[in-house]
């Protein structure tokens, strides 16, 4: 999947870290053209720079990156726009039909008398196992290896499909039953804050984006990652590559006070 358009506003930049170069889309070059954008809010932000890296005069055009700024008249927008995240986050039980559906596509190309070896994900997709857990053993020092292996055991057929998929389909990894929970790995583990690929023997970089099927998916909009809550088939049609369809979304703020009291987590 191409990783950038047309750069019709000319915004595409070089920087160079540590000998190595680095090409990315500039907003404050892009402003040059669209206006001043220094008080749209940073998710919009990074909405914007999304724009500007896919624009290619079909699923993104200039008039779309404009609609964006123009949010900053009124605050709100009816316009619609194609946002492509970085990756895809899922749990097990959006994750696993997502497999069966690469495993027929297979089989379908193979009727076909074609490669089966070419369906893959378009997107990284990171698939966390923790939508199974049950706490059937508690209050001891061997209760986590308990559950662990119970859950094993429930689920073993399934666990045994997904880590199939793991070693058979490129852009997608796995993480293992009792590693944690879905929104604590992608914050942890998962977000890289920024991404890097490689297009036309240059390397790009950009903001990490995604979509997860993960109701705590924008827990991660604390790391400045902009995360957005999808269901399965959004989340799936992300993987192959597709466009996420939406309006131009609201962006409240809020001031928090005080200090956090003990014991408190991000969760709460």
């Known amino acids: ?3 950038s358009g047309q750069d019709t506003l ?35 932000k990074v909405l914007l720079e999304n724009l500007l890296r896919y624009e290619d005069g079909r699923t993104v055009t200039v008039d ?18 194609a ?5 895809v986050l899922m749990q097990d039980f959006t994750g696993v039909p997502a497999v069966v559906d690469l495993a027929a596509m297979r089989d379908a190309i193979k009727a076909l008398g074609g490669n089966p070896q070419r369906i893959n994900p378009l997107s ?10 049950m706490v059937d053993n508690y209050g001891s020092a061997s209760a986590l ?20 998929g793991q070693m058979g389909f490129d852009n997608f990894r796995v993480v293992p039953p009792g590693t944690g929970i879905c929104h604590q790995v992608n914050v942890e583990y998962l977000a890289q804050v920024v991404w ?18 993960d109701s705590h998916t924008t ?14 088939i959004e989340a799936e049609a992300a993987m192959l590559g597709q466009p996420t369809p939406m309006l131009i979304p609201e962006v409240v703020g809020f001031k928090l006070t005080g200090k956090i009291p003990a014991g408190c987590t991000a969760t709460d």
């Open 83 to 87: 946002y492509r995240p970085a990756r």
């Open 1 to 3: 999947m191409s990783l």
């Open 124 to 133: 990284p997709v990171d698939l966390v196992i923790d939508h199974s857990v």
């Open 145 to 164: 290896q308990k559950n662990i292996d119970i859950e094993f055991e429930r689920n073993g057929e399934r666990y045994q499909f997904l880590r199939w």
């Open 64 to 81: 779309d990156v404009k609609a964006l700024v123009g949010w900053l008249q009124t605050k709100k927008s009816d316009a619609e726009i």
């Open 10 to 44: 000319k915004c595409r930049r070089t920087l160079t870290v540590g000998g190595k170069s680095y090409d990315y889309f500039s907003l404050p070059d892009a402003a040059k053209a669209l206006g001043d954008i220094s008080k749209l809010p940073f998710s919009l």
């Open 219 to 232: 827990m991660v909009n604390g790391l400045a990652v902009l995360g957005w809550g999808v269901g399965g």
């Open 196 to 213: 890097t690929g490689e297009e036309n023997g240059k390397t790009l970089a950009y903001p990490d984006t995604l979509v997860g099927t």
